[in-house]
């Protein structure tokens, strides 16, 4: 949770130059290859002032301009998920294309540049521990939040060890490398197999999960004036995730096993007694718009675990989710114009509810005309199919108000690619016109100071709710899956005048069947409902439920692909998005998406690196 503004209560958060120095020693430009002590004598930074700046190299790790290495996982989460395509020009970053329309190389590299960022990210969480053990007495003096300066510090780089290894284990499977602190203090290259001497794969499920404990068991409640760093309560819902997913079918491929009544509990007393940094208890936030508004998103309630982002002068990189080009906004709000992450029309349509507000349980919004065409530049859009009021804030689209910038018509601007980016647009990461200067650098629509969500309180209860089904309580998990459905009747987008933005009269209407109201002068026609408890019934409803409530409430934030690979239902879903997709963007032709593919290959030219320690995944051997 990198705070550009106040992590550590240092003055300067931005790299200085001399930061930058010693950190060419700390650094790891392939896999796990420990640069020797270079330029700067290790002993000059063994303080706790220098603990405390590598610390911040550690947590900047956070922040990457690289699309495969996004804080927001859009690149896999979202685009090989099948939520949004990449947009832009076919032609622009052709291996994410690639990968995009599943064409698996093992050289392409996207996959070894995101296996090296994640690696480098485990390298300087060990740098940070080792340090640390070099000074523990002098660092144990030094009081800490709740405990001391030096087991706060050895608990941090576990929670970010644990992350790193987890954010591996999530895309190339279980079985990888687990460099620890002793591979580190061993040797300046720390090669370590993923197979024992037999040739069985070695699964690091049970090392990640000892870190995290170890983390939740010594991080404070909360960092009363440091709210950039993970407290304990963050670590015991990445703790819950690991375990969630180590429990997941994978198709048998994972080496995982039972744990979801640890699950359970462990969610419960997040549930209880769980709290953000500012020491407000866990709770939704007021409504859905409030998680994306610069100006109250941060501490809504709902942030878990927030990386967080600040704006300085006149910079524009350092400050987006996941650098400006990766989350460009189009150019008809004044700058940039690259065009990524565009919403899929699968992703859209899945948003069309039935008469009583509720998404098809049968896949039939994939029988139903798509909401938007394109015909030249112009694009129609029919705003009289009611939807879930959450489509308008995940997604552009033309007709209806771009937050306070303007009303999208044509597609000059706004779409660089018709052919390859479709007609929504990416609108959950970008600042409000109103928001320059304060929450954003005036000429740049692309920054923004509010914080990104890795896990919210939403993201937990909808995890309560799968362990709940998955140990046979379906009607209790029910309830969950509503709480986040009744927090969307909370807000709708509501019509605008298209000269200056101000509110208008419409004809079209908010149907709130959870609270037998209606909304006027809504921007399209938008209603929602809760679930009726036949469809928790049985399990397979129940899970169908909470698996389309999961896309509908976290959509283009990154965790699609992730859900689907672990429920061991990638193929046929993949599938299924294929034969609707391609039916209005022709690159998907040809593409398929087999049933074994629920991990990503690992890249060849780390296997070859390895020299016969680092051995292909099951699904790609």
Known sequence: MYNNKHLFNMKKIFLSLFIIVVFGMYSCNDFLYVRPVGQVDEDALLTHEGITMVMTSMYSTFYS???????????????????????????????????????????????????????????????????????????????????????????????????WHFEVIRLYSAAVPYVGIEDYKTSVNPLVSNV????????????????????????????????????????AALLAKVKMYQS????????????????????????????????????????????????????????????????????????????SPNIAPPGALGNSGWGFLCPSHDFVNMHIVDANGLPFTDY??????????????????????????????????????????????????????????????????????????????????????????????????????????????????????????????????????????SPTTSSYVFDDKINGTTGANAAGNYRIGLWPESQFATKEGALYALRLERHLELGIEGHRWYDLARWGIIGPELRGYLAFERNHLNRYASSTYLDNWVFIPLPITQILMMEGLLVQNAAWK
């Open 65 to 163: 301009t690289g699309f495969n290495n996004a804080t927001t996982n859009y690149c896999w989460g979202d685009v090989l998920g099948g939520s949004a395509n990449k947009g832009s020009a076919f032609a622009d970053q052709t291996a994410f294309t690639a990968l995009e329309v599943y064409n698996f190389v093992t050289d392409n590299s996207y996959l070894s540049g995101k296996w090296s960022y994640c690696y480098n990210g485990v390298f300087k969480a060990n740098v940070v521990n080792a340090m640390a053990e070099k000074m523990e007495s002098e660092l144990r003096a030094i009081p800490g939040e709740a405990k001391d300066f030096y087991t706060e510090t050895l608990a941090q780089a576990a929670f970010m060890r644990g992350y």
């Open 196 to 235: 024992d001497e037999s040739g069985n794969y070695i699964y690091i499920w049970d090392k990640v999960v000892a870190d995290l404990q170890f983390a939740y068991d010594n991080l404070p409640d909360v960092w009363s004036s440091e709210r950039g760093r993970p407290n304990k309560w963050a670590a």
């Open 248 to 323: 997941s079918p994978y198709n048998g491929q994972n080496g995982t096993s039972n744990k979801w009544a640890e699950v359970k509990s462990l969610i419960e007393t997040i549930m209880a007694n769980g709290k953000q940094n500012d020491g407000q208890k866990f709770r939704l936030a007021d409504t859905y718009e409030d998680l994306f508004n610069a100006a109250v998103s941060d501490w809504t309630g709902e942030s878990v675990f927030d990386v967080q982002y600040a704006i300085s002068g006149t910079q524009t990189t350092t400050n987006t989710h996941a650098g």
């Open 364 to 501: 039939s919004w994939r029988n139903l005309p798509v909401l938007s065409v394109i015909t030249g530049t112009s694009v129609t859009t029919d705003l009289d199919v009611y939807v879930d009021p959450r489509l308008d804030q995940s997604v552009g689209r033309f007709h209806t108000p771009f937050l306070d910038y303007a009303i999208p018509v044509t597609t000059d601007g706004w779409v660089r690619e018709t052919t390859n980016g479709g007609p929504y647009l990416n609108k959950k990461f970008i600042g409000k016109k109103s928001d320059a200067g304060t929450y954003r650098v005036a000429n740049s629509a692309g920054s923004t100071s509010k914080n990104f969500h890795m896990i919210r309180y939403a993201d937990v209860l909808l995890w309560y709710a799968e362990t709940l089904i998955e140990l046979g309580q379906h009607q209790e998990a029910r309830e969950y899956v509503n709480q986040v459905r009744a927090r969307a009747a909370n807000w709708y987008l509501e019509a605008a005048d298209p000269d200056d933005m």
